[in-house]
């Protein structure tokens, strides 16, 4: 197995995406989400949507290449702000060792930020419920099961789920403390 050098690898926040950028984003986006569906054109024309935030993981050893992103999109909503983590993907070979765990810190550093100046009531995502690495990594940032939206299927056929958690997360009741 390739080791990572992790001194190489960062997180950035993508402005102004160039065609090559759209272009590896897409490519990662078609190769991760093939279980569902074919993604490559709807990930990257979610990059240039208005309200669609885009993080970046980028390994600076192999000529700046895109191995990673996070689509953050935040949405208006009854006079507030409804946050969708919208697609989180990495190249294989940079799966497995925490670089998701870095691809949400950024998530929610960014979504922490925002809600100083716009309400975000609730972050929420798609996923299925047996991508067990996908539903751990979200687990981990607080999200649970919406039992009461059911959402169907990918265009595949596989079950989709929502998870959702307020921001900040839900207080302790005072005797949990
Ligand atoms: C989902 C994805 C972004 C997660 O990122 P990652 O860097 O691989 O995940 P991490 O290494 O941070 O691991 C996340 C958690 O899953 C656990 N995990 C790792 N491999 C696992 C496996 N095969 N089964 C179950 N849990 C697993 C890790 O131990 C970690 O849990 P912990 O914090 O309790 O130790 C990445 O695997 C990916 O790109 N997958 C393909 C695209 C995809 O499915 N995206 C999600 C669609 S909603």
């Not at 995406?17 to 986006?29: L, V």
């Not at 059911?150 to 403390?177: F, Q």
């Amino acid at each position: 197995m390739v080791q990572l050098n992790f001194d190489y690898l960062e997180i950035e926040t993508l402005t102004d995406p160039s065609p090559r950028e759209i272009r590896q984003i897409g490519a990662i986006a078609e190769n991760a989400f093939q279980r569902f569906g074919h993604y490559r054109d709807f990930i990257a024309s979610l990059v240039s949507k208005q309200g669609v935030i885009t993080g970046l993981l980028v390994d600076r050893s192999e000529d700046d290449r895109i191995v990673g992103f996070l689509l953050l999109g935040l949405f208006p909503e009854d006079g507030k702000f409804i946050a969708d983590v919208l697609a989180i993907a990495l190249l294989r070979m940079y799966r497995g060792v925490g670089l998701g765990k870095d691809l949400m810190e950024w998530a929610f550093a960014l979504l922490n930020n925002i809600s100083l100046r716009k309400r975000i009531s609730e972050v929420r995502l798609t996923v299925a419920p047996d991508n067990e690495r996908a539903v751990r990594l979200f687990t981990r940032y607080g999200f649970s099961f919406d039992r009461e939206s059911d959402l169907g299927t990918y265009p595949s056929g596989v079950k989709a789920v929502y998870m959702k958690r307020t921001l900040p997360p839900e207080p302790l009741l005072h005797d949990e403390k």
